[in-house]
C-alpha cells in the first residue's frame, strides 16, 4: 500500500490526466506565443518585463489585472500596446467622480423606425463589450459605477433592463491606478477586488532603462508593434493552461499558503493573528495554482511546481489580505506578510524539473 502511495506521488498526478503528444506541442506553441509577445510588447516599452511577464501569465489564465504604480511610468501605455499585439477589440474608460454605470454597460435609447414610424428601445452597448477593456484610474470612481463591472469580470456577461448580454471572449479587464495621489479617490471594495487576478506593482525603472526610456521617447522614432494572436488563439492557449497537470503536493501547498493568512484559524502563525484582520478567499487558491501552471509552460516545463507558487504568491495575495491597525501602526505591507509567509511555509523538495 505504502509502495502504491508512493508511485501515485512521484510518478503521476492524481488530479490531472498526462498531456498528450499534442498537448505538449501546444505547449511549446504558448510558450513560443510568450515570447513573441513578449518581444512585440518590448518594442514600446523598455525593461518591465516582470510586469509584462505577469500580465501575460493573466492573458493566458483568462484573469484580469490591477496595475499600480505612480504616474509616468507606462502602465496605460502598457496595456495599449499590449492590445496592438493581439489581434482583439480594445476600449478605454477614463474613470471620473461623475462616470455612470451606464458609461461603462451601455444603456437603452429610444430610436424610431424609419419605414413605419414606430418608436422602440434599443439597447446601445457601452465600452465593456470589448475583449480588453482598460479601466484607467478605477479608483477615481464612486463604489456604485465600480460595481457595474463586478457582473462583466466574473460571469462575462452583462445585466441591462432585465435581458442577459454574453460578452465576446476573450474578456479581459486591465485596471490602473495611482498609489500616492488619494485625494478625490475611493478604495476599490474588497469584493472588487477579488475580481482581480492580479495586483501588479510597476515600480521605477533602473538607471539604464530610464536613459534608453529618455533617448527612445524624445525622438521621431515610431515602433511598429505587428499583432501577433488573434481571439482564437488566445481561447486555445487558455485551454492548454487549464489541462497543464499539478501535483498533488502543490495543490496542498498553494492550500495551506492562502489558508495561513486566515486570522484564528489552526494553523495560520502568530504573526498573521497579530497584523492581519481578513485573509485570502479560495479565489486565492485558484489563482495561485492558474497563475502557476501558466508560469511553468512559459519556463518551458509542462509541469507546475511550488516554486512558480512561490513566484506568482505576492501578486495573487497582496489585496486579499486586510490588515489591522497593529500592521499600520508598525508600518507592515500586505507584501511583508506574504514574504514571511513564504519563508515560514517551505516548499517540499522536488526533483529537476521537466522541460520542453
Known amino acids: 500500500m505504502q509502495e502504491h ?14 498531456l498528450t503528444h499534442s498537448d505538449v506541442e501546444a505547449v511549446d506553441r504558448l510558450k513560443e506565443a510568450y515570447h513573441i509577445l513578449a518581444a512585440e510588447v518590448g518594442k514600446v516599452i523598455v525593461g518591465q518585463k516582470a510586469v509584462i511577464e505577469e500580465l501575460l501569465i493573466a492573458l493566458f489564465c483568462r484573469g484580469h489585472c490591477l496595475l499600480v504604480g505612480v504616474p509616468g511610468l507606462a502602465k496605460t501605455l502598457m496595456i495599449r500596446t499590449l ?16 462616470l455612470m454605470p451606464a458609461d461603462i454597460t451601455g444603456t437603452d435609447i429610444i430610436q424610431e423606425d424609419p419605414e413605419t414610424g414606430q418608436r422602440h428601445f434599443v439597447y446601445l452597448k457601452g465600452p465593456v463589450f470589448s475583449n480588453i477593456l482598460l479601466a484607467d484610474e478605477i479608483n477615481r470612481t464612486p463604489p456604485k459605477t465600480q460595481a457595474a463591472l463586478l457582473e462583466a469580470m466574473q460571469e462575462h456577461q452583462v445585466t441591462a433592463s432585465g435581458r442577459l448580454y454574453k460578452l465576446d471572449e476573450p474578456f479581459f479587464v486591465l485596471a490602473t491606478q495611482n498609489p500616492i495621489e488619494q485625494e478625490g479617490t475611493y478604495p476599490l471594495p474588497e469584493a472588487q477586488l477579488d475580481r482581480f487576478m492580479f495586483n501588479i506593482k510597476v515600480d521605477y525603472p533602473s538607471e539604464e532603462e530610464e536613459l534608453e526610456i529618455v533617448q527612445t521617447t ?3 522614432f515610431a515602433p511598429e508593434v505587428t499583432p501577433v494572436l488573434t481571439g482564437k488563439d488566445i481561447i486555445e492557449l487558455q485551454q492548454i493552461v487549464l489541462r497543464t497537470p499539478v501535483p498533488d503536493h502543490v495543490y496542498k501547498y498553494a492550500l495551506k499558503l ?15 493573528d497579530s497584523w492581519v484582520s481578513w485573509g485570502a478567499g479560495p479565489r486565492a487558491t485558484q489563482y495561485l495554482i492558474l497563475g502557476a501552471k501558466a508560469r511553468a509552460i512559459l519556463y518551458g516545463r509542462y509541469c507546475a511546481l511550488t516554486e512558480d ?5 505576492a501578486t495573487v495575495m497582496r489585496h486579499r489580505i486586510v490588515t489591522n491597525f497593529n500592521a499600520e501602526s508598525e508600518g507592515i505591507s500586505t507584501d511583508h506578510i506574504v514574504e514571511r509567509l513564504l519563508k515560514s511555509i517551505p516548499a517540499a523538495k522536488e526533483e529537476k524539473p521537466i522541460r520542453v
Do not use: C, W, Y
Open 83 to 98: 492590445s496592438r499585439a493581439l489581434h482583439l477589440t480594445f476600449k478605454r474608460i477614463q474613470f471620473t467622480p461623475d
Open 218 to 220: 524624445t525622438t521621431s
Open 258 to 272: 492562502a489558508r495561513s493568512t486566515r486570522p484564528g484559524r489552526d494553523g495560520s502563525p502568530e504573526f498573521i
Open 5 to 18: 502511495q508512493a508511485e501515485t506521488e512521484e510518478n503521476r498526478m492524481e488530479t490531472s490526466e498526462p
Open 309 to 313: 507558487i512561490r513566484a506568482v504568491a
